[in-house]
T-cell receptor
Framework: GQNIDQPTEMTATEGAIVQINCTYQTSGFNGLFWYQQHAGEAPTFLSYNVLDGLEEKGRFSSFLSRSKGYSYLLLKELQMKDSASYLCAVRGVNSGGYQKVTFGTGTKLQVIP | DSGVTQTPKHLITATGQRVTLRCSPRSGDLSVYWYQQSLDQGLQFLIQYYNGEERAKGNILERFSAQQFPDLHSELNLSSLELGDSALYFC????????????FGPGTRLLVL
């Protein structure tokens, strides 16, 4: 099976940096996604890591360590509009041998002035 | 706009009733996924179809069923509705069956009274 852990809530100040962690256990690991979801809206894709290391994309970066089953999403120069839930999702293999993505419960980030 | 469309946007119905939610994937995408998201809950994967065939099954109740048609649109049928079925139902699509980046539709908000 797949198990994903991320903090439930975080608060950070506008202009600051915040790191959202995600730890996972899965069989047949084949990639980790980060999605952003504003309240009542659809999740939108942020990043995808399949190899170890840091992937930078503007103000957002995502890091993966496969040996540790660990990832983080780094948000720099926080803006009020970054207040949202951030979902960690892991791609692995299900019992039928097919690829399957499992979503974590998400980290609700509140950015304060 | 992700290119995934869902209808209806909102649905209010009574317990015991049956409803059908509809999803059209992005042009060219062969896989469709259905998720349920209850208030303040994570995304719960329900079911995936690839090119008309069921590919993966998650926590989908027996009262729920889905199918993907030859034109690749999909329908999720919810029957004998209960109060606890009130939730946001998202459809997502991806190009292949490997559950790479998924693009989410705007969701259908179901309220069972």
């Amino acid at each position: 099976g797949q198990n994903i852990d991320q903090p439930t809530e975080m608060t950070a100040t506008e202009g600051a940096i915040v790191q959202i962690n995600c730890t996972y256990q899965t069989s047949g690991f084949n990639g980790l996604f980060w999605y952003q979801q504003h309240a009542g809206e659809a999740p939108t894709f942020l990043s995808y890591n399949v190899l170890d290391g840091l992937e930078e994309k503007g103000r957002f970066s995502s890091f993966l360590s496969r040996s540790k089953g660990y990832s983080y999403l780094l948000l720099k120069e926080l803006q009020m509009k970054d207040s949202a839930s951030y979902l960690c999702a892991v791609r692995g293999v299900n019992s039928g041998g097919y690829q399957k993505v499992t979503f974590g419960t998400g980290t609700k980030l509140q950015v304060i002035p | 706009d992700s290119g995934v469309t869902q209808t209806p946007k909102h649905l209010i119905t009574a317990t015991g009733q049956r409803v059908t939610l509809r999803c059209s994937p992005r042009s060219g995408d062969l896989s469709v996924y259905w998720y349920q998201q209850s208030l303040d809950q994570g995304l719960q994967f329900l079911i995936q179809y690839y090119n008309g065939e069921e590919r993966a099954k998650g926590n989908i109740l027996e009262r729920f069923s889905a199918q993907q048609f030859p034109d690749l649109h999909s329908e999720l049928n919810l029957s004998s509705l209960e109060l606890g079925d009130s939730a946001l139902y998202f459809c997502a699509s991806s190009v292949e069956q490997g559950q790479e980046t998924q693009y989410f539709g705007p969701g259908t908000r179901l309220l069972v009274l």
